[in-house]
């Protein structure tokens, strides 16, 4: 499956401006969507991983 991947800037823009700092603390406490760690170390998040993670938390709500 063709998934577009979106960088950690690209999520931030698409949650209305989270902070970076913010970001990473989800990932620490395990609530933030799914990553991929690239070899170079960024990380990369699929688009239909992150669509499901939003709607998740609509669902939560």
Known sequence: MN???????QVLTAL???S???FYRWRELGIAPECI???NGELRIERSNFRAWLERL????
């Not at 609509?58 to 709500?61: G, P, T, W």
């Open 3 to 9: 998934d577009d991947l979106m960088t950690v800037p």
């Open 16 to 18: 209305n401006g989270v």
């Open 20 to 22: 970076r700092r913010t």
């Open 37 to 39: 760690k690239l070899p």
């Open 58 to 61: 609509r669902e939560a709500a």
